[in-house]
């Protein structure tokens, strides 16, 4: 594969429908492709953002699939043989992935390349996806996310409060929940590292650097530290209108009312457990919550799912 060699990627089945081209970077030969995973509202951005920093500072290929549909106002939950296209096991940095639809293709082997997983307390996430779609979230200039995207921000603005919005928006905990038991039952354990937002977000630069030595790729301390510095951004006060509104773990505490705490902690009970996250004291602590292998599978199993 060479510089030149576009892919071309159907989005829909409908007559007239245009492909988007994704063009795709010269794979480095030899080296195994990895992924960096997450979930929506956990830090998605964050690790995003960093991966593409340093990988661009060290000249290495990367491909952000789901930000090239974004901008062009479409879906990154696109069909099993369009996503066969772009997948390849070696040669490659794979970032921005967010949408769990993805692990859905068949004929991958994800236990063959290595998995970054970054998670959140779903509590402070909900709380997140509520400012986000009510007043920071960019929303593409055309597609068919734009319309969407738009009728969101006006419900949730008119709705005026997250927990008037979680009663009205059910569906938000049917999503989230479906979104981590997709990643539960796809990522295998031997193959996938888990960090928690909680123990990353005031150590970016170790982050970083366990997630460069972890994937193989080149290691530049400079490069790491830059990076890290770049990013590590810490609002004094909340900005609601702003991508990085605030960067506290806990901030539930501040939005959600005892009603929705209540049922928010009765629907995800499965997770705020495996996770840890009723031990707050012990955020931060320990960089790789769980790293792959035998304690990964005590955390990254089907065993912690209701059934």
Excluded: C
Excluded at 71 to 81: F, M, Q, T
Excluded at 100 to 116: M, T, Y
Excluded at 212 to 224: F, K, M, Q, T
Excluded at 228 to 257: C, M, T, W, Y
């Amino acid at each position: 594969m060479d510089a030149t060699n576009n892919i071309e990627i159907m989005l829909s089945e409908k007559p007239g429908s245009a492909p988007v081209v994704v063009e795709f970077p010269p794979p480095l030969a030899g080296f195994q492709s990895f992924f960096a995973w997450s979930v929506y509202k956990a830090g998605s951005t964050l690790l995003t953002r960093m991966l593409e920093d340093y990988l661009a500072a060290i000249k290495f290929p990367v491909l952000n699939v789901p930000g090239i549909l974004f901008r062009s106002g479409l879906s990154s939950d696109i069909g099993k043989n369009e996503y066969k296209k772009i997948l390849f096991q070696e040669g490659y940095a794979y970032v921005g992935w967010r949408n769990a639809a993805a692990l859905k293709v068949e004929l991958f082997d994800f236990g063959r390349v290595k998995n970054i997983f970054l998670v959140r307390d779903p509590r402070d996430r909900l709380v997140s996806s509520y400012f986000s779609i009510a007043h920071s979230h960019s929303i593409p200039a055309q597609g068919s996310l734009k319309g969407v995207m738009e009728a969101g921000r006006k419900s949730a603005i008119d709705l005026g409060n997250v927990n008037d919005w979680l009663r009205t928006f059910p569906k938000e905990f049917s999503s989230f929940l479906v979104s981590m038991d997709t990643f539960h039952k796809t990522l295998p354990a031997e193959s996938t590292r888990i960090y928690r937002y909680e123990d990353i977000i005031f150590r970016k630069e170790e982050f970083l650097q366990d997630i460069v030595v972890y994937a193989g790729l080149p290691r530049y301390s400079d490069h790491i530290r830059d990076v890290a510095r770049k990013h590590d951004i810490r609002p004094l006060d909340e900005r609601p209108d702003r991508h990085i509104r605030q960067v506290n773990s806990g901030n539930f505490r501040k939005h959600l009312s005892a009603e929705s705490l209540e049922v928010v902690e009765s629907k995800y009970r499965h997770y705020l457990e495996a996770y840890g996250y009723f031990e707050s004291e012990k955020f931060g602590k320990q960089l790789v919550f769980a790293a792959e292998g035998k304690e990964a599978r005590r955390v990254l199993s089907v065993d912690l799912l209701p059934g």
